[in-house]
């Protein structure tokens, strides 16, 4: 029997559907600017500016900020979006059999193939101050972080497939990471010096070298052309 005592919990508030709509639409035309300032940073370059956005997307300046808080709440999504574009262009999967050195070709080829297609994207990622994060950490920080994490898992099973201890996988992905990043910037400055085959050649082999000297330390000795099946899905 009831008390008539009232509910401790609060009754369900209606549902504004004009705020919904409002909320989509605003989502909507936030992804269609971060897209409009993407394509901008390629035509005018890494340090585009709120005026050249706002100019390719045609819209005014004070309109494109009635989507976005600030310039950098702008910045901030489109390295979130860049970032998102270039890991997913670096994602390497080992789900079947295939050889060590085509394995690490792969992860070379990837980094040497999105840093010349994305040049001025890479360079927004690096240098615009507007889109680091709160401590001044650039954006390509992120794109790193998580392209080594993935080849983290990818060396963790190789040296789990061969019977080795996996966990110098973390640092060593990392370490190659900023390694194939360095050598990359570097040969970008004069790639005529060096043909981009075999330069490419060049980064696998040393990559390679690095891979293989756990197996070295443990007494195994493999043909890097040999095709080797994941112990397990990667």
Avoid at 4 to 22: H, K, L, N
């Amino acid at each position: 029997m009831s008390s008539g005592a009232p509910s401790d919990e609060a009754a369900p508030q209606p549902v504004d559907g004009r705020t919904t709509r409002w909320s989509g639409q605003r989502d909507k035309r936030r992804a269609e600017f971060v897209e409009a300032a993407l394509e901008a940073i390629v035509q005018y370059g890494p340090h585009a500016s709120i005026e050249q956005v706002a100019d390719h997307v045609g819209v005014t300046r004070t309109k494109l900020y009635r989507y976005f808080d600030s310039a950098a709440d702008l910045h901030h999504a489109v390295a979130r979006r860049a970032s998102d574009m270039l890991t997913a262009k670096q994602t390497l999967v080992w789900n079947g059999p295939v050889s060590p050195m085509q394995l690490v070709g792969s992860t070379v080829s990837m980094h040497v193939r999105w840093r010349i297609e994305h040049p001025n994207l890479y360079e927004y990622l690096t240098r615009h101050p507007l889109s680091h994060d709160a401590d001044g950490v650039s954006a390509i920080n992120d794109v790193n972080s998580t392209v080594a994490a993935n080849l983290a898992g990818v060396i963790a099973a190789f040296y789990r497939t061969l019977g080795l201890d996996e966990r110098p996988a973390v640092p060593l992905s990392i370490g190659s990471v900023g390694f194939v990043e360095s050598a990359v910037t570097h040969w970008l400055k004069d790639p005529a010096a060096l043909p981009r085959r075999e330069f490419t050649t060049q980064l696998t082999e040393w990559m390679w070298s690095l891979l293989n000297s756990a197996l070295l330390k443990a007494g195994i000795t493999i043909d890097p052309h040999q095709r080797i099946a994941p112990l397990s899905p990667v």
